[in-house]
């Protein structure tokens, strides 16, 4: 049986993500006005689709899966849910320091 991962390997599975890479492009996303932030957000809202389509059989794969598998009583292990729990908090952590603004100094 192996042990759930830690945070240093959640770490380097989400550091693998397209999604959790640097962009440089974006990087001063945080000093754009709102609507600016809003529109590009936007833009990549429409990537979405595209990114799903290229996935469906792998979806579909999954869900007959999960599908059969609850039918015969089964749900989410212990372990499973222990590992969404650690990265749905290390995301949450994730974000909310992303999202806090950088310390300024204040003009004297």
């Known amino acids: 049986m192996t042990s759930a991962p830690g945070p240093a390997e959640l770490r380097a599975q989400l550091e693998n993500l397209t999604t ?4 440089p492009e974006l990087a001063g996303i945080d000093r754009l006005p709102t609507a600016e932030i809003a529109r590009i957000m936007n833009g990549e809202d429409r990537t979405v689709p595209g990114a799903v389509a290229a996935q469906l059989t792998a979806i579909a794969t999954a869900i007959d899966a999960i599908a059969e598998r609850m039918a015969r009583g089964g749900g989410w ?9 650690a990265s749905a908090s290390w995301t949450r952590a994730s974000a909310r320091r992303r999202s806090t603004p950088a310390p300024t100094r204040s003009s004297a």
Request: glycine share 0%.
């Open 77 to 85: 292990s212990t372990r499973a849910r222990a590992r969404r729990a």
């Open 20 to 23: 959790e890479a640097f962009r």
